[in-house]
């Protein structure tokens, strides 16, 4: 073969997982399917940023979510306006991906690990949700760009960290680690690691004072999401992450090769040192922290940790490019994950569609009764109904309502529809406030106006 089939084969090889994450980006895209709960709090937070027409954003949630969505609120707040950012942030992700591996191991590397990252399930099926894991992971990813480059840019780092835990508060540990791994790593590079710590620490200043005064701790917040953490005892996540590593959590191909991202990592502590094992042994140590320090707080969910599967791939995918034999199983292996993970992903977000359609109906028609003026709605679901309704929503809990909420109030709104995470119990319908049957037009979803005013929280 000569050497300019060889250089058309190289590049065909490169851009090809590029155009498989452009694919399946622009089918997640094109349809307008519905947001989901987290997305309609983002959403939500956007609008309150943007006018003041949302409910903010709970305590726990990250403040700098409201700045990544405000660019789709301004563009009108549709469902495409709303993911398309976070989609070019998914890109910017892969790209830096692609930057970072290539410059210390080459570019067969870089192939080997976005080809692997793009076919990960879980990752491609929220590449175009509007949520923080993907942007918080590029903070982090961006983090250790900048502090084991050719040259340290400690401005950079800092930005990039402060940036990761305005997205995604629980970064703040794994930014931690990142610097103290680096600092022991790079000793001729400690100078600048400190300066980068101490900026991203002034710049995350605003954020310990305003967690002071609303919590009366510096960490109040970090310690107010802990608290909401699904665990049922402290590792609970770290038994999750463990357990569901092989197809939950990444998939077979990417699972095994992350699993081995780990072993050569641990193993680049046994090597003479160079910036190649300098690499690895820092993604291996922030990758490693992460997990652990999640699954130990926090019983949190796959995408929590697609920055430490993705530095472990890295990290795999420079041992896999050593060795042309093992670099041809590691693409043929992406490869043959490509198809069924497109498919997956296709059905995935079909379903979710499917499953948040009643709902956004019966808000929607509620959106149409309300005609512009302001409302309450009561539902299991206050996020997304809230977004499509146009109302305040308030909880429904248990057996019963808070009638608080609608002192005052009018129009009122009862919302239940099949596909919403929890089902709102059938007694709620007989509640005080005379609830008369609202047309949706749609089998599966049922809404309510309330024909009495509530004056007074008093039975």
Same mark, same amino acid.
């Given at each position: 073969?000569?050497?300019?089939?060889?250089? @058309?084969? +190289?590049? %065909? &090889?490169?851009?090809? $997982?590029?155009?498989?994450? #452009?694919?399946? /980006?622009?089918? *997640? =895209? !094109?349809?307008?399917?519905?947001?989901?709960?987290?997305?309609?709090?983002?959403?939500?937070?956007?609008?309150?940023?943007?006018?003041?027409?949302?409910?903010?954003?709970?305590?726990?949630?990250?403040?700098?979510?409201?700045?990544?969505?405000?660019?789709?609120?301004?563009?009108?707040?549709?469902?495409?306006?709303?993911?398309?950012?976070?989609?070019?942030?998914?890109?910017?992700?892969?790209?830096?991906?692609?930057?970072?591996?290539?410059?210390?191991?080459?570019?067969?590397?870089?192939?080997?690990?976005?080809?692997?990252?793009?076919?990960?399930?879980?990752?491609?099926? @929220?590449? +175009?949700? %509007? &949520?923080?894991?993907? $942007?918080?992971?590029?903070? #982090?990813?961006? /983090?250790?760009? *900048? =502090? !084991?480059?050719?040259?340290?840019?400690?401005?950079?780092?800092?930005?990039?960290?402060?940036?990761?835990?305005?997205?995604?508060?629980?970064?703040?540990?794994?930014?931690?680690?990142?610097?103290?791994?680096?600092?022991?790593?790079?000793?001729?590079?400690?100078?600048?690691?400190?300066?980068?710590?101490?900026?991203?620490?002034?710049?995350?200043?605003?954020?310990?004072?305003?967690?002071?005064?609303?919590?009366?701790?510096?960490?109040?917040?970090?310690?107010?999401?802990?608290?909401?953490?699904?665990?049922?005892?402290?590792?609970?996540?770290?038994?999750?992450?463990?357990?569901?590593?092989?197809?939950? &959590?990444?998939?077979?191909?990417?699972?095994?090769?992350?699993?081995?991202?780990?072993?050569?990592?641990?193993?680049?502590?046994?090597?003479?040192?160079?910036?190649?094992?300098?690499?690895?042994?820092?993604?291996?140590?922030?990758?490693?922290?992460?997990?652990?320090?999640?699954?130990?707080?926090?019983?949190?969910?796959?995408?929590?940790?697609?920055?430490?599967?993705?530095?472990?791939?890295?990290?795999?995918?420079?041992?896999?490019?050593?060795?042309?034999?093992?670099?041809?199983?590691?693409?043929?292996?992406?490869?043959?994950?490509?198809?069924?993970?497109?498919?997956?992903?296709?059905?995935?977000?079909?379903?979710?569609?499917?499953?948040?359609?009643?709902?956004?109906?019966?808000?929607?028609?509620?959106?149409?009764?309300?005609?512009?003026?302001?409302?309450?709605?009561?539902?299991?679901?206050?996020?997304?109904?809230?977004?499509?309704?146009?109302?305040?929503?308030?909880?429904?809990?248990?057996?019963?309502?808070?009638?608080?909420?609608?002192?005052?109030?009018?129009?009122?709104?009862?919302?239940?529809?099949?596909?919403?995470?929890?089902?709102?119990?059938?007694?709620?319908?007989?509640?005080?406030?005379?609830?008369?049957?609202?047309?949706?037009?749609?089998?599966?979803?049922?809404?309510?106006?309330?024909?009495?005013?509530?004056?007074?929280?008093?039975?």
């Amino acid at each position: 073969m000569g050497e300019a089939a060889v250089a @058309r084969r +190289a590049r %065909a &090889l490169a851009l090809t $997982p590029w155009a498989y994450l #452009l694919v399946v /980006l622009a089918l *997640a =895209l !094109a349809p307008t399917r519905p947001l989901g709960h987290d997305e309609a709090v983002y959403a939500l937070g956007a609008r309150d940023l943007v006018d003041g027409g949302g409910d903010g954003l709970p305590l726990h949630r990250s403040i700098g979510m409201m700045a990544a969505a405000a660019p789709g609120v301004l563009a009108g707040g549709g469902e495409l306006a709303l993911r398309l950012p976070f989609a070019l942030y998914a890109l910017a992700y892969v790209g830096l991906i692609a930057a970072l591996t290539r410059r210390t191991f080459g570019a067969t590397a870089a192939v080997i690990a976005i080809a692997v990252q793009v076919t990960i399930p879980e990752f491609s099926w @929220r590449a +175009a949700e %509007a &949520l923080s894991d993907i $942007p918080a992971a590029l903070g #982090l990813l961006a /983090l250790v760009a *900048a =502090l !084991a480059g050719p040259r340290p840019r400690p401005i950079v780092a800092a930005a990039a960290a402060a940036a990761a835990c305005y997205l995604r508060y629980a970064s703040a540990p794994v930014v931690a680690v990142v610097m103290v791994a680096a600092f022991v790593i790079y000793p001729e590079r400690r100078r600048a690691i400190v300066i980068a710590a101490a900026l991203a620490l002034a710049l995350l200043v605003p954020f310990f004072v305003w967690s002071r005064a609303i919590t009366g701790s510096v960490l109040g917040v970090l310690h107010e999401g802990e608290r909401l953490a699904r665990r049922d005892y402290p590792g609970h996540g770290l038994v999750f992450y463990l357990r569901a590593w092989p197809v939950r &959590l990444a998939g077979p191909v990417a699972g095994l090769i992350a699993a081995a991202g780990v072993v050569v990592g641990l193993a680049a502590w046994r090597r003479s040192v160079d910036p190649a094992v300098q690499l690895r042994r820092l993604l291996v140590v922030a990758a490693l922290g992460q997990i652990v320090l999640l699954g130990w707080r926090v019983h949190g969910e796959a995408r929590f940790i697609t920055f430490a599967l993705t530095a472990l791939i890295v990290v795999a995918a420079s041992w896999l490019a050593a060795a042309p034999a093992r670099a041809r199983i590691a693409l043929a292996l992406a490869a043959v994950a490509a198809v069924p993970s497109a498919v997956w992903t296709l059905r995935r977000l079909d379903q979710l569609a499917r499953d948040r359609a009643p709902a956004v109906v019966a808000a929607r028609a509620i959106a149409a009764d309300r005609a512009g003026r302001p409302c309450l709605v009561y539902t299991t679901e206050p996020p997304m109904v809230a977004w499509y309704s146009g109302c305040r929503a308030a909880q429904v809990d248990g057996w019963g309502l808070d009638v608080r909420p609608a002192i005052g109030v009018a129009p009122v709104y009862l919302l239940d529809a099949v596909g919403l995470r929890f089902r709102m119990p059938g007694a709620v319908a007989a509640d005080r406030l005379g609830w008369a049957p609202l047309a949706t037009g749609h089998p599966r979803a049922w809404a309510w106006r309330a024909t009495r005013a509530v004056r007074s929280a008093a039975p």
